[in-house]
């Protein structure tokens, strides 16, 4: 079954829940991370975060969840396109911890020590919006409702899962968010809290009936319009290029570094371990192309302290 999202709205206006099954594209990602047991389930629960963050998103924009701890993993991104590419990767994806009360310690691999930035790009041609909560409890799902509330001001519960089949690959994963609007109704929120709490766990819904089978349950008698249902997907937007303005942006010295060291630069995308090399003569005219430009803006400034020290005579 392929991936996908839906987001709906109560009748009266006043509650939006969102569900999604990212199951394919979390086994992809985990795949070219070569991601550990506990690793996988973390980034089965952010890929399903960011899918839903992406069912916010309006056509053109993007967002980018970063979680980063004093854990094992370090760090790890989760992008999403309004289109509903995903992408993701975790800093040390290798990294492992036992479980805790028979649970995987999510919160124990990515540190209960860190931060939860969120930036959207609103395709505007701005800077991105960028906020920024404490971690919480280190757990993907409660993070991201705490900024939710705390940042942009929306009432939010997540709801996130993740499990794995007998080979220790991820078998079923998504979630929910639901947002209290401003014309919400209290008896509906209420209603909707009483069904969170009484769901099943979130895989076996997603398993028995997918996303759809979850709005259902949560909406429980409300009556509800559902207004998208979309696929997601894994998409690198990696290049050669985006490679090579990379190392453009490293000094002269560091480019010829790398020629005298390894006779050429090599660099690797963290997303989908994409190997992009560029030989010695390559780098060499990048190296020169750096002295160049950083030697014409030494003359600029040189002429303009010129011009205004004989101004200021």
Not at 1 to 26: I, N, P, Q
């Amino acid at each position: 079954m392929k991936d996908y999202f839906v987001r709906s709205l109560s009748s009266s206006g006043g509650v939006r829940v969102m569900a999604c099954t990212t199951a394919e594209t979390t086994r992809e990602i985990c795949q070219l991370q070569q991601s550990s047991l506990t690793a996988s389930i973390a980034l089965g629960r952010g890929i399903a975060a960011g899918a839903l963050m992406g069912a916010l998103l309006k056509d053109g924009q993007r967002v980018a969840l970063k979680f980063e701890g004093n854990g094992p993993l370090k760090r790890m991104i989760v992008e999403a396109d309004s289109d509903g590419a995903l992408r993701a990767y975790a800093a040390v994806p290798e990294a492992e911890i036992e479980p805790l009360d028979n649970r995987w310690n999510v919160p124990g691999l990515l540190g209960r020590a860190g931060f939860l930035t969120v930036s959207k790009d609103l395709g505007m041609g701005g800077e991105p919006y960028q906020g920024m909560v404490q971690l919480r409890s280190s757990e993907i799902g409660d993070d991201l409702a705490y900024y939710l509330a705390d940042s942009e001001q929306i009432p939010s519960a997540v709801g996130l899962g993740a499990q794995m089949d007998t080979s220790g690959k991820i078998s079923d994963c998504g979630g929910f968010l639901v947002q209290a609007l401003p014309q919400a109704l209290e008896g509906e929120i209420e209603l909707i809290m009483e069904n969170i709490v009484s769901l099943p766990p979130l895989t076996d819904l997603l398993r028995d009936g997918g996303p759809k089978l979850l709005l259902e349950r949560l909406y429980g008698d409300i009556s509800y319009n559902l207004l998208e249902e979309r696929e997601v997907y894994f998409r690198c937007g990696c290049s050669r290029i985006k490679s090579k303005q990379a190392l453009l942006m490293l000094g002269p010295a560091e480019l010829v570094e790398m020629v005298e060291k390894e006779n050429g630069a090599e660099v690797v995308c963290e997303f989908c371990r994409q190997f992009y090399h560029f030989d010695r003569d390559e780098v060499l005219k990048m190296a020169n192309g750096r002295k160049k430009s950083k030697n014409k803006n030494n003359d600029s400034k040189t002429y303009k302290n010129s011009a205004n020290n004989k101004n200021n005579n």
